[in-house]
């Protein structure tokens, strides 16, 4: 078996085997139990289909990785022909306890684009007729506030509260159209200790970070991390970094 993808939506891991790719759901509550085997390239799906690749490069090899242009892009289109003539949201969100970011995505989607990040609050902020004048806008704001924002970050701010006074001075300088605030449902206390692991009892997914306890500690997995890996039946047995409060 290996892990092949994961879907933050509803949240899951994609597992190819001998009959198939499977979908392992992460429910909270439900019990991991695999071991990390070796990691290398995680191939593609084609048709529901895997298709292996042995080489060394994980989660993907230069054979098999590719590149979203417009995540790079800036307002000069990056692609042959640009294709991107819808309503875009250009949108800040918060990461806490004050991590803040700006970013674009298609106007339909402006919800769900904020969950896949695992934001704790968001506003949109512009609507505009097409991604590359939301792409040079996005870059205009950019100069001041950061448009990417890396998952060890995030993690750090699991269990805290966004920092309310700071995320209103941000938008503040804006009028909002709409502003979101999300729970995870995770109910956490203090932040979780980060590690690539697959065993434990599930508490939920925030963004692509999979949280879950494993004798006595909860550890923040970064789901791509995953990726690339061969699985084995039976929890790790690896000695892992665990919380102080596990000794207590």
Not at 140 to 145: G, R, V
Not at 153 to 181: C, Q, Y
Not at 232 to 239: F, L, W
Request: with cysteine; proline share 4%.
């Amino acid at each position: 078996m290996q892990v092949v993808g994961y879907d933050t939506g509803t949240p899951a891991l994609f597992v190819s085997t001998s009959d198939g790719i499977d979908s392992v759901a992460l429910d909270p509550g439900t019990e991991l139990e695999y071991r990390l085997g070796d990691r290398h390239c995680a191939g593609s799906i084609h048709d529901d289909r895997h298709i292996p690749c042995d080489n060394d490069g994980a989660p993907y090899c230069p054979d098999h990785r590719s590149t979203w242009v417009c995540a790079k892009c800036t307002g000069s289109c990056l692609k042959d022909e640009m294709d991107c003539y819808e309503d875009h949201a250009v949108y800040l969100a918060a990461f806490a306890p004050a991590t803040f970011k700006v970013g674009v995505t298609r106007h339909w989607r402006l919800e769900t684009r904020l969950r896949e990040q695992g934001a704790d609050r968001a506003a949109h902020i512009r609507t505009l007729s097409d991604g590359r004048i939301a792409r040079e806008y996005e870059a205009e704001l950019a100069t001041d506030i950061s448009d990417r924002i890396r998952v060890p970050a995030k993690v750090s701010g699991f269990g805290r509260d966004v920092d309310a006074d700071a995320w209103a001075s941000l938008v503040g300088d804006f009028d909002p159209i709409e502003t979101f605030s999300f729970e995870y449902g995770l109910v956490l206390s203090e932040s979780p200790v980060a590690e690539t692991i697959a065993t434990g009892t599930i508490r939920g997914v925030k963004g692509r970070v999979l949280v879950l306890d494993h004798r006595g500690t909860t550890y923040a997995v970064d789901m791509r991390d995953l990726v690339g890996h061969e699985l084995e039946r039976g929890g790790t047995d690896r000695d892992l970094q665990s919380s102080l409060g596990a000794f207590g």
